[in-house]
């Protein structure tokens, strides 16, 4: 069985929001929109968005992180949001375990929302129906896009290329593959929601560099007879 | 959560409908063999129950986005406590109907028989009503069954006291036994409720570092991007600072459960005191939803 | 539902992103007539498919309600400033400008002033100031990066910024410095990402960690204005410890040739020439010297089998006393040490010393070599090509600072060093970069370079080499109305945009008739002190006439700065126009060969606007500039299509504005004869033009004879010979001589001699911002910076429906340690001030900012009522603009100076010192200062929409 996520690497992830203004741009227009924008000139303008960029400090001066946070739809394997829904509008595809809406089903109660966990659906004040992220779902099997365009808007977007698309119960997905090396976690897992979306962390790389090293055997210094080389004298002949 | 009006409403209001059948078919009971009250208490008593129940009906449509479509919302009453409330709801109406008929039509046998449907409809509705929240896990205020218990004697305290207080006019023979009935179970409610409090607030609050998945003790959310605002941080925060919270929370105490109670002692009459009653169960309901603390909110709480 | 795929492929068109001055190449998706979707162009080789927050919000752009759509005039009797207009057309508007600037050109055509801001077609908008014979024309670089240009170009013939990068495809380490989100938006990002995918290690320094810093394996918070100190020290370490690159240094840079040095000589501090050495180049000798251990003489430099000294003391044969740059080069590092550096910048010595050693071992032991044969100047053949995987990248962080000259060229001496330019790994050139140090364009030199309806003999700017290419008169006053060429910003490349308004209020060097503004927000975001200089714009002189008696603003918003125009002209959007990025301009070049792009309209512009081109070229046949007319007077262009195809640099070059698909049947490249269907071939490939060099020629630009000599052919440069990196700058000794009198030739005011004295240092040296050397700064004692949102751009975006939602209002980020101290409360309103204004703001805690710092994000503030929104919007009463801090201008002796780097004129943005405090409780809850509401209805706007807005072009609302 499919299980189609994403995969969304904060070793790269530079908060820019480039996800999250495409994804609009192609949810609103398509399949799943249009999306409203209240107030869209004037005082507090908010609007229904897919995906979100939070951010984050870790940590305390000099040693803080800075972190970003893209938040949509998880497409839980194990989704609260979907027994809860009195009409059956919520409803997770068992073909490739896309979680979705029929807003022509939903009655706007809102249950849903309060049973998600993660704060990834919206409300769309306009239409009065819940909507969320349904994974570009109106994109992955269009046969008229070329194939390397089959995927989410967000996907294609991403400058960083944090975010990957693919299937996660194929264990040999670049998806499954990167969730494995690359120690990839889900939020707040202890929930029991078995979020399909997965975040690879951090990773620091080091350079460890040694006092030997640093002076090298064969120093420019020495043919140079720099006035300062003397200061090298001693490291040197220890280096034989 | 944010406390939504026409939740409240339709909560309160039909918890204290069904309160008043449950009252009624006891009080039927009690006596066995026929009333020995009125018929037109319980006529009058049933009438108040089903409109409060009609009130608390259109109330609930206020909350949804398309009440045109609300029909659909009985389809899934396999998974959805929200689609059973929706079915037994009307199903509870419609026996009390029923019922207060076969009052009605002097036919107590039937009446007696049919009754049970109503009580257990009645019942029924009110673990719906309190599934509905506590079924919702990720709300651990709300998720555990003292939600359930809590829905069901606050409903059935407020009825019995909308049952006395009637009873004061038209059945006076039964009304000092109602009030006494509705002093117990407004003490008992307040148990339920007393209860939930002290085991709300004993909860652990959620992590934000097992929100975005990083490991450290010391992580500040800077912003979230929709500084203007967004459906998430409408739906989830009451936006009240504590003081008022507080308030609300006196008030739902006083005026749900220590006052009806005093009142009740000093004779004050019962239909005043429901209205008190009533107002305080608003109250409590607001908090209710107040101090639930979602947890999105996490993800939500700096601009 | 869902499955079914939508027709929106209706129709498809390649061009060339806008919505930041990155360039991307876009698809737009189009259903009748309208945007449905932009997406990246896969085929791209700026963005390879990926488009950003902006670039995706294109559409909200193009059917914003800000838009200008008529033409409009103040109104007769109107005051300035209070945008009252009326709607005519565009014949009027042309007349009006006709019969102005004719009368202008024919009189003095230094009262017209054209400046421009964001823009990216310079190479247009000069060409019209040059025909036009008005020096005063400079875009935007001057208050943008010109520091980082200048402070390159003058080492190192090239630069970051559109003129080269950092190398991570090969990189091991990546120090990004001062860097948010730069020009090269998202190359930048894609890079940075595969850079760390792949192991490397990458430590940003900035006082602030956001963007890329968040993602950097180490941060190193350091105090602003003050890397200039960090960078001396390192270059300390790595030399003391010989982690320097010597063969690079010998081979490739000034570092041994022989300088003289004999105070008395007129040729202090000047390279030695050897008589015998290899003039190359009759316009700029190249014979230079060394001096040969192994004989013990001086030799001309590149002599064969000669072992050069780097460090030491000689005497030449006539007695001349000499060391070799690089000797004076450690003179001048061997105090800069660590724990001097560390006191100044605030980063522990030992982390100084840690990062210079990273920065030596992975240049030294992680040596790269590719397999490619070339040939450098001097005939030598190599056999591969070597790499030292150390790339840097800095922007305004350095740039924005009046130290930003000298800390560049500290920077570029760094990179030097470590043997990392134009190499794998390092810094890489673009085309048309490497050009000469200093690049052959020369501004105009005198007051006799202009005269009435005559052409400029050179572009207006250029690149000054000698005080007598300087913008002066014989007293040396500026010949230009910023200042720029003149001794008090003698190196100003771009020119200083910031202080055109002020200085042409004041009437200083000179009054002029009309300003012309195009896609600068000049009345905002793009001027210092900004409330004043709004009051300047409507000042009248005591005749009642303005100050400035004629504004003219092109833009294609409703921005701040349109209230305050005479004549406004409405431009098209990115979407409805030609445009071209050109290689006359700044070209999107990759490091493997020359890239430039065009841009072709993919909808209808509204009825009334005009592509700005086409005003130019309308305005250019009207005023009968050469360049747009035919001897018989008649107009030689039909359009700008029609331009850009057959518009050659001199008559038969064959380098037109753009380089691809040239010849009559479009097989040439770079240089051809114009291609009647050369449009046509830009649109079949995506609307960009990628020569790729062939692998030998790639690398080693600056001294690769191939590559050399091609560049030539093609017209990239003027000559034929090496570019040699200028570690020692003889060029500013040169300003420096002439300070003290011991030059021939021209000489700085007296006023001004010590100041370029003292600046025009030929090795690179820290001072504070000069800023703090006026300043109280224990009563100031924090510095102000802001940052570009990676979601915004500039001003312009707030009237964009989906970007304003991610930034509708700005904090002033401070830390929390010093906002307590000061009594802040975190979401707080509080005071900023500085010496010359103060902002009311609110106040966020950040453990992401260095404690002596403060900042927030850029132009995020806005006027009431400007753009289109609501007076109450977020923008204008929670949101604040920083500017209002900053001063145009310090005081200089009894007078005043542009606040900018004294060599370059760049706009000292981040110099300013704050001090902070809490607004009392029964403050107004919103920012100050507040401006009057701009009208919210002109001629020609639509009325914004006022509750929702939902798009979609066939179910949806736009309501
Ligand atoms: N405090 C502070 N101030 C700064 C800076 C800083 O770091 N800090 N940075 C400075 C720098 S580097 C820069 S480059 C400047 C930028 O400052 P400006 O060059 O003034 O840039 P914008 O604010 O983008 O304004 C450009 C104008 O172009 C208009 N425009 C947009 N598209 C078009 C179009 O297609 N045609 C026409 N005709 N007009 C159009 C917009 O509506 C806007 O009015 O800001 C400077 N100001
Ligand atoms: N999204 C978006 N992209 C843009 C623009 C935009 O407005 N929006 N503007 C474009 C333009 S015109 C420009 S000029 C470029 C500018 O691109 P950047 O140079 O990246 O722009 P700034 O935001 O000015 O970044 C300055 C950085 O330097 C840091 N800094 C300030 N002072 C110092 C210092 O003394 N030392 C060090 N080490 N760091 C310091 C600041 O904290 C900040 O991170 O961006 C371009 N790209
Ligand atoms: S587009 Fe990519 S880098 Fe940008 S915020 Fe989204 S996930 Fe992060
Ligand atoms: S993230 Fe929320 S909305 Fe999405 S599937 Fe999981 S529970 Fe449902
Ligand atoms: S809002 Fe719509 S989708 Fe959500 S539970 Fe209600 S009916 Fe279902
Ligand atoms: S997958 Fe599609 S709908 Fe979901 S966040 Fe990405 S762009 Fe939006
Ligand atoms: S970086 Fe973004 S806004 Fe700039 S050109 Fe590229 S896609 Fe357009
Ligand atoms: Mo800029």
Redesign the interface.
């Known amino acids: 069985m499919t299980q189609f996520a994403l995969v969304i690497?904060l070793?790269?992830?530079?908060?820019?929001?480039?996800c999250?203004?495409?994804c609009?741009?192609?949810n609103?227009?398509?399949?799943a929109?249009?999306?409203?924008?209240?107030?869209?000139?004037?005082?507090?303008?908010?609007?229904?968005?897919f995906n979100?960029?939070?951010?984050?400090?870790?940590?305390?001066?000099?040693n803080?992180?800075?972190?970003?946070?893209p938040?949509s739809c998880l497409h839980c394997e194990d989704p609260?949001c979907?027994?809860?829904?009195?009409?059956?509008?919520s409803y997770k595809r068992k073909s490739d375990g896309i979680v979705?809406v029929?807003y022509?089903?939903?009655?706007?109660?809102?249950?849903c929302?309060?049973?998600?966990?993660?704060?990834?659906?919206?409300?769309d004040?306009?239409?009065?129906?819940?909507t969320k992220c349904?994974l570009c779902?109106?994109r992955l099997?269009?046969?008229?896009?070329p194939e390397?365009?089959r995927k989410p808007?967000c996907v294609?977007?991403?400058?960083?290329?944090?975010r990957i698309f693919g299937d996660i119960h194929d264990p040999d997905s670049e998806v499954s593959r990167r969730i494995r090396e690359e120690g990839g976690?889900?939020?707040?897992p202890?929930?029991?929601t078995r979020p399909a979306n997965h975040?690879l962390?951090?990773s620091?790389?080091?350079?460890p560099?040694d006092e030997a090293?640093?002076?090298?055997a064969e120093?420019?210094?020495?043919?140079?007879?720099?006035?300062?080389?003397t200061?090298?004298q001693p490291i040197e002949e220890e280096m034989g | 959560m944010r406390p939504a009006f026409s939740v409240l409403f339709l909560t309160t209001l039909i918890g204290a409908a069904q309160g008043a059948a449950i009252i009624l078919y006891a009080l039927f009971l009690a006596k066995g063999s026929g009333p020995d009250a009125p018929l037109a208490f319980y006529l009058t008593t049933g009438g108040v129950s089903l409109l409060l129940l009609a009130a608390g009906l259109v109330a609930s449509f206020f909350h949804l986005g398309h009440p045109e479509r609300a029909w659909r919302a009985v389809t899934c009453w396999r998974t959805s406590w929200l689609s059973r409330e929706v079915i037994v709801l009307p199903l509870f109406g419609f026996a009390e109907l029923l019922w207060l008929l076969l009052l009605w039509q002097g036919d107590w046998r039937a009446a007696a028989a049919w009754g049970s449907v109503m009580a257990f409809l009645a019942i029924a509705l009110y673990v719906c009503t309190g599934m509905i929240y506590a079924a919702v896990k990720v709300l651990r205020e709300w998720a555990h069954p003292i939600t359930v218990v809590n829905y069901l004697l606050m409903g059935v305290a407020s009825g019995a006291l909308l049952t006395a207080g009637i009873a004061e006019g038209l059945a006076p023979a039964v009304a000092p036994m109602l009030a006494k009935a509705a002093l117990w179970l407004t003490l008992i409610a307040l148990v339920g409720r007393g209860v939930s409090l002290w085991r709300n607030a004993r909860i652990p609050p959620y992590s934000t570092a097992r929100a975005i998945g990083v490991h450290h003790q010391r992580i500040r959310q800077i912003s979230q991007g929709s500084m203007g605002g967004n459906y998430n941080m409408r739906e989830y925060f009451h936006g009240q600072p504590p003081e008022v919270v507080r308030a609300v929370l006196i008030a739902a105490l006083g005026a749900g459960f220590l006052a009806p109670v005093v009142l009740l002692l000093l004779g004050v009459p019962a239909l005043l005191v429901f209205l008190l009653q009533y107002g305080g169960l608003l109250a409590e309901r607001w908090y209710f939803f107040a101090e639930a603390r979602h947890p999105q909110n996490l993800y939500y709480q700096v601009v | 539902m869902y499955e079914a795929s939508e027709p929106i492929r209706n129709g498809v068109k390649a061009t060339t992103c806008y919505m930041c001055a990155c360039r991307c190449g876009i698809l737009v998706h189009v259903q009748d007539g309208k945007v449905r979707y932009i997406e990246g162009n896969p085929d791209h080789p700026l963005n390879a498919g990926v488009i950003c927050a902006k670039g995706g919000s294109g559409i909200m752009k193009e059917y914003s309600p800000a838009r200008l759509t008529v033409p409009l005039k103040r109104r007769q009797g109107a005051e300035r400033g209070k945008g009252e207009f009326e709607a005519i057309s565009w014949e009027e508007a042309f007349a009006i400008l006709e019969e102005r600037l004719a009368r202008i050109r024919a009189t003095d055509p230094k009262q017209f002033a054209l400046f421009t801001g964001r823009d990216q077609m310079q190479a247009l908008t000069g060409l019209f100031a040059r025909q036009f014979g008005t020096p005063n024309y400079a875009a935007h670089g001057g208050f943008c990066s010109v520091n980082m240009a200048a402070g390159m170009i003058y080492t190192i013939g090239g630069s970051f910024w559109e003129f080269g990068g950092p190398d991570l495809e090969h990189a091991k380490l990546f120090v990004m410095i001062g860097t948010a989100e730069d020009h090269h938006s998202n190359p930048l990002k894609r890079e940075i990402s595969a850079f760390k995918r792949r192991g490397g290690r990458f430590i940003a320094i900035n006082p602030v960690r956001t963007g890329y810093a968040a993602i950097a394996d180490e941060w190193i918070p350091i105090r602003p204005g003050t890397d200039g100190a960090l960078f001396l020290a390192l270059m300390h370490e790595l030399v003391r410890l010989g982690l320097y690159d010597r063969d690079f240094l010998i081979r490739y840079t000034n570092a041994a040739f022989l300088v003289n040095q004999d105070p008395d000589s007129p040729d202090y501090g000047l390279f030695v020439r050897h008589p015998e050495g290899a003039i190359i180049n009759p316009l700029r000798p190249h014979n230079f010297a060394w001096w040969d251990k192994n004989k013990g003489c001086a030799v001309p430099d590149h002599s064969a089998q000669c072992d050069p000294a780097l460090f030491g003391a000689f005497q030449l044969a006539d007695g001349t006393p000499v060391k070799p740059a690089f000797q004076l080069l450690w003179e001048r590092l061997e105090t800069a040490t660590p724990q001097w550096a560390s006191e100044i910048t605030g980063i522990p010595a030992e982390r100084i010393r840690r990062l210079a050693h990273e920065m030596g071992v992975v240049a030294r032991d992680f040596q790269l070599e590719l397999p490619i044969a070339w040939t450098d100047w001097w005939g030598e053949k190599h056999d591969r090509v070597i790499g030292r995987p150390v790339a840097f990248h800095a922007m305004r962080g350095l740039a924005a600072h009046s130290n930003g000259f000298q800390t560049i060229r500290a920077l570029a001496l760094l990179m030097t060093i470590l043997g990392t330019i134009d190499r794998p790994g390092g810094f890489r050139h673009r085309a048309p970069y490497p050009r000469a140090v200093p690049p052959n364009v020369r501004p105009p030199n005198g007051p006799e370079a202009v005269a009435p309806n005559s052409p400029l003999k050179t572009a207006p700017l250029g690149w000054v080499e000698f005080p007598e290419d300087l913008a002066v008169d014989e007293e040396g006053n500026p010949l230009r109305i910023d200042k720029g060429f003149s001794w008090e910003h003698p190196l100003s490349a771009h020119g200083l945009m910031h202080n055109v308004i002020t200085n042409a209020w004041r009437g200083d060097p000179y009054p002029i008739d009309t300003l012309f503004l195009f896609m600068a927000n000049m009345a905002w975001n793009s001027s210092m002190n900004t409330a004043q200089v709004r009051r300047m714009l409507t000042d009248k002189r005591p005749d009642g006439e303005y100050k400035i008696p004629f504004l003219v603003v092109c833009d294609a918003f409703y921005s701040e700065t349109v209230p305050f125009a005479d004549l406004v002209l409405p431009d098209t959007t990115y979407l409805e126009r030609y445009d071209c990025l050109s290689l006359l301009d700044r070209p999107i070049s990759e490091f493997d060969g020359p890239v430039d792009s065009c841009r072709v309209p993919v909808v209808e512009p509204p009825a009334g606007v005009k592509p700005f081109q086409e005003v130019l070229l309308e305005l250019g046949y009207r005023l009968k500039l050469p360049a747009f007319t035919n001897p018989d007077g008649s107009r030689k262009y039909a359009d700008y299509p029609d331009f850009i195809v057959h518009f050659e640099t001199q008559p038969g070059s064959g380098i037109g504005f753009l380089a691809g698909w040239r010849g009559e049947n479009g097989d040439l490249a770079l240089r051809g004869t114009p291609n009647p269907s050369q449009w046509k071939r830009y649109e079949e490939h995506g609307c960009v033009f990628h020569y790729k060099l062939p692998p030998g020629m790639r690398y080693m630009r600056n001294w690769n004879r191939d590559y050399l000599k091609w560049a030539q052919e093609v017209g990239f440069r003027r000559d034929f010979d090496p570019i040699t990196i200028h570690l020692y700058s003889e060029i500013l000794q040169r300003f420096r001589l002439a300070a003290q009198g011991k030059r021939p030739g021209r000489q700085p005011p007296e006023a001004l001699r010590e100041r370029v004295a003292r600046f025009f240092d030929p090795l690179p040296f820290w001072y504070p911002p000069i800023e703090d050397e006026q300043t109280d700064t224990q009563r100031f004692p924090l510095r102000a910076l802001t940052q570009r949102p990676m979601a915004m751009y500039h001003s312009w975006d707030s009237q964009n429906a989906w970007l304003r939602q991610i930034h509708t209002f700005n904090f002033l980020y401070v830390h929390p340690e010093t906002a307590k101290a000061a009594g802040i409360a975190d979401g707080g309103w509080m005071w900023v001030e500085s010496r010359w204004g103060k902002v009311r703001c609110l106040c966020r805690y950040s453990e992401a900012v260095e404690p002596n710092t403060v900042w927030t994000w850029n132009a995020i503030g806005k006027a009431a009522g400007a753009w289109n929104l609501s007076p109450d919007a977020n923008e204008a009463k929670q949101g604040f603009l920083l500017n209002h801090l900053i001063s145009e201008e310090l005081p200089f002796g009894a007078g005043r100076i542009s606040n900018s780097d004294p060599i370059t004129g760049q706009a000292a943005w981040f110099d300013v010192r704050v001090r902070i405090y809490p607004a009392t409780p029964g403050e107004p809850k919103e920012s100050w200062p507040q401006f009057d509401p701009q009208p919210e209805a002109i001629p020609g706007m639509v009325e914004r929409p006022k509750r929702v807005v939902a798009y979609h072009l066939t179910k949806g609302v736009m309501e």
């Open positions: 690497d070793n790269v992830c530079v908060g820019c929001h480039a999250v203004t495409n609009k741009q192609w609103t227009g398509g399949e929109g249009p999306l409203a924008d209240l107030n869209p000139y004037g005082k507090d303008p908010n609007g229904t968005f979100r960029i939070l951010s984050y400090e870790v940590g305390t001066f000099p803080t992180e800075t972190w970003y946070l938040k609260p979907v027994p809860v829904c009195p009409t059956g509008a979705l029929d022509d089903k939903c009655i706007g109660c809102k249950y929302s309060w049973a998600c966990p993660y704060g990834v659906r919206e409300f004040e306009e239409r009065k129906v819940m349904t779902v109106d099997y269009d046969t008229s896009l390397s365009r808007a294609l977007a991403c400058p960083a290329g944090a976690f889900q939020l707040m202890e929930l029991g975040y962390p951090r620091k790389t080091v350079l560099i090293q640093v002076v090298r120093n420019p210094l020495r043919h140079d007879e720099a006035p300062h080389a200061g090298l």
